[in-house]
């Protein structure tokens, strides 16, 4: 069973238009993450949440928003779409602090026309 | 910058040979080394880590190498198989830091 869930697998958007990933988590971890990853930045740190606080933001735009609803939710909000924010997006985990092993989800792709 | 390195971009090995994989880094604050491997379709996950205290960590036939005062790494992965194809990834934190750094990655195909 997948521990961290991320919805959608697949997502089409068009330029211009908002979309909202979901990441929920079951591993009962306290500190939550937003990587991406597109063939020009293999892994690029976006976000770190601990205990629903941000952490850490290195995304330039401010076009991307996480959102921590609950202790185990860090969605990831993006709104005026652009080609360039293709890419596929990794929900992480760790149990208390980024100085340990992360789990990760099995990401969203996403496409922007 | 990038602050965590690795090389090379991609290798090919025979099965049964041993595959070498290096990365290197910057900040000498750093004293996590997690080492994820990544399918096609699947999010990375951890192989195999290492804390600066040791310079040495063996799982298997997964090893990793470390010299702190040159900031290098190395994972070592003896009698490759092709179920080892993939891409590596050699990541970075400190006990101050808020996030993993990743290098590049070095996609590794093992030839039956």
């Known amino acids: 069973d997948p521990k961290i869930i991320q919805k959608p697998k697949y997502l089409v958007a068009v330029t211009g238009s908002e979309k909202i990933l979901i990441c929920e988590q079951y591993l009962g971890h306290n500190a939550m993450y937003w990587y991406r990853q597109s063939a020009k930045k293999p892994l690029e740190f976006m976000f770190s949440y601990s205990y629903q606080k941000l952490m850490d933001n290195q995304t330039a735009s401010s076009r991307f928003q996480p959102q921590s609803s609950k202790k185990n939710h860090l969605d990831l909000q993006i709104t005026a779409l652009k080609p360039d924010d293709s890419a596929t997006y990794f929900c992480?985990?760790?149990?208390?602090?980024?100085?340990?092993?992360?789990?990760f989800g099995h990401g969203t792709k996403l496409s922007v026309l | 910058q990038q602050q965590v390195r690795q090389s090379p971009q991609s290798l090919t090995v025979w099965e049964g040979e041993t595959a070498i994989l290096n990365c290197s880094y910057e900040?000498?604050?750093?004293?996590?080394f997690p080492w994820y491997q990544q399918f096609p379709g699947e999010g990375p996950a951890l192989l195999i880590s290492i804390r600066s205290v040791s310079d040495k960590k063996e799982d298997g036939r997964f090893t990793i190498f470390f010299n702190k005062r040159e900031k290098k790494l190395s994972l070592h992965i003896t009698d490759s198989q092709p179920g080892d194809s993939a891409t590596y990834f050699c990541a970075a934190s400190a006990n101050s830091g808020t996030y993993q750094r990743f290098g590049t990655g070095t996609k590794l195909q093992v030839v039956p």
């Open positions: 992480a985990s760790s149990q208390e602090s980024s100085n340990e092993r992360l789990f």
């Open positions: 900040d000498s604050t750093f004293n996590y």
